[in-house]
């Protein structure tokens, strides 16, 4: 069955990169885009960008000068990388499967991550 | 950029009928489809897809979900309300990238 997990480190520093990792069965990241949420007390839930199935991605703007997507799909894995940390940055971030046209229907559990000095 | 718009709140009764709304400020409709989506999310847990497309249904969810409108206005109905169904619900929209309403908890009289 679809199932996705998020991985990453629960606490970064102010300034620091976050990384976070998005593994994926039951479907072909070759397949369908992969899209990533995160929920923050301040703005609640975000749209951060996406990976198509060919590999080329979208930001949002809000995020576009310190956010990157990529994925290894040999190993079934999308990654998020985030630079330049804030405290508001703070909240759960979600990897979904977005299936088209442009709903999410499958989701993974979400990271805390904290960002706190 | 599209702005969705909900109700923070909305309390009802077992075995009633609640009625979410979402207001866009664009439309949007494209090519015969409203591309306006629902989620259910428990505390704790992540965002659940309710319905796509306006009114269709996601697979595996009650038929007690419903989901209608087009253009500017969107309502989600829960009909008849169960213990369960104790949730916030987003609104999200596809129709230009991708935003999320702000929320509706759902809580019982």
């Not at chain 1, 300034?15 to 923050?40: A, E």
């Not at chain 1, 040999?74 to 979904?96: R, W």
């Not at chain 2, 999310?41 to 989901?67: E, T, V």
Request: net charge positive; hydrophobic share 30%; glycine share 10%.
């Amino acid at each position: 069955q679809v199932q996705l997990k998020e991985t990453g480190p629960g606490l970064v520093q102010p300034t620091q990169t976050l990384s976070i990792t998005c593994t994926v069965s039951g479907f072909s990241l070759t397949s369908y885009y992969m899209q990533w949420v995160r929920q923050t007390p301040g703005k609640g839930l975000e749209w951060m960008g996406f990976i198509r199935s060919g590999g080329s991605t979208e930001y949002n703007s809000e995020f576009k000068s310190r956010l990157s997507i990529s994925r290894d799909t040999s190993k079934n894995q999308v990654f998020l990388k985030m630079n330049s940390l804030k405290t508001e940055d703070t909240g759960v971030y979600y990897c979904a499967r977005e299936m088209g046209p442009h709903y999410f229907d499958y989701w993974g559990q979400g990271v805390m991550v904290t960002v706190s000095s | 950029d599209i702005v969705l718009t909900q109700s923070p709140a909305l309390a009802v009764s077992l075995g009633q009928r609640a009625t979410i709304s979402c207001k866009t400020n664009q439309n949007v409709d494209y090519y015969g489809n409203s591309y306006m989506h629902w989620y259910q999310q428990k505390p704790g847990q992540q965002p659940k897809l309710l319905i796509y497309l306006a009114s269709n249904l996601a697979s595996g969810i009650p038929a007690r979900f419903s989901g209608r409108g087009s253009g500017t206005d969107f309502t989600l109905t829960i009909d008849p309300v169960e213990a369960d169904d104790t949730a916030t619900y987003y609104c999200q929209q596809s129709r230009n990238l991708y935003t999320f309403g702000a929320g509706t908890k759902l809580e019982l009289k």
